[in-house]
Antibody, heavy 122, light 110 residues
């Protein structure tokens, strides 16, 4: 079955960087996009960006585009999210999700990873 | 600040029908698919409705989605205790070039 398994929780100091992985299995990695979403404690869901398998492009939420990078490794069917210049308000659970869409259009996510807690604290 | 607005809470007794609204605009719900996600405490969200009104395999037909103009709705009929969760609508926003989530609705079964 389709599975997305994320790396373990991280504790980082302000200003540091974090890289979260999302290892996929059970489907052909090359034909589905991957998206990242986060959820701060007690808050709603916030979309961070996505990688389109159709054309290899990445798109990011405008408020984070200068601090976030999504990469993929086809050889291991793994996606990565790097967040740089961490601040206390980056403390959240980060989720990856498989993207449903048509070509370069993003419709939504059908399977999600279990989440990775990133705690930013001095 | 979300561009999709949901009521913060909704409730009903077992067996009742509950409807959750999701208000958007012409740049998101008005022209794109709506997805609904359900999140139980401490767990990852799961897709409940995709492409506005389609149910993934395993989701009972007690759940139904619809859209009219710039608003969408999720209806839960025959409410059950296991339906207690947070529900989020979502869709692509062409103006923001971004995927946007609703503010979330907590459903309580009385």
């Amino acid at each position: 079955q389709v599975q997305l398994v994320q790396s373990g929780g991280e504790v980082k100091k302000p200003g540091a960087s974090v890289k979260v992985s999302c290892k996929t299995s059970g489907y052909t990695f090359a034909i589905y996009g991957i998206s990242w979403v986060r959820q701060a404690p007690g808050q709603g869901l916030e979309w961070l960006g996505w990688f389109s398998a159709y054309n290899g492009r990445t798109r990011y939420a405008k408020n984070l585009q200068h601090r976030v990078t999504i990469t993929t490794d086809r050889s291991t069917s793994t996606a990565y999210l790097e967040v740089r210049g961490l601040r206390s308000d980056d403390t959240a659970v980060y989720y990856c999700g498989r993207v449903l869409g048509d070509r370069d259009y993003f419709y939504g996510m059908d399977v999600w990873g279990q989440g990775t807690t990133v705690n930013v604290s001095s | 600040q979300s561009v999709l607005t949901q009521p913060p809470s909704a409730s009903g007794t077992p067996g009742q029908r509950v409807t959750i609204s999701c208000s958007g605009s012409t740049s998101n719900i008005g022209i794109n698919y709506v997805y609904w996600y359900r999140q139980l405490p401490g767990t990852a969200p799961k897709v409940l409705m995709y492409n506005t009104d389609a149910r993934p395999s395993g989701v009972p037909d007690r759940f139904s989605g619809s859209k009219s103009g710039t608003s969408a709705s999720l209806a839960i009929s025959g409410l059950r205790s296991e339906d207690e969760a947070d529900y989020y609508c979502a869709g692509w926003d062409d103006s923001l070039s971004s995927y946007v989530f609703g503010t979330g609705t907590k459903v309580t079964v009385l």
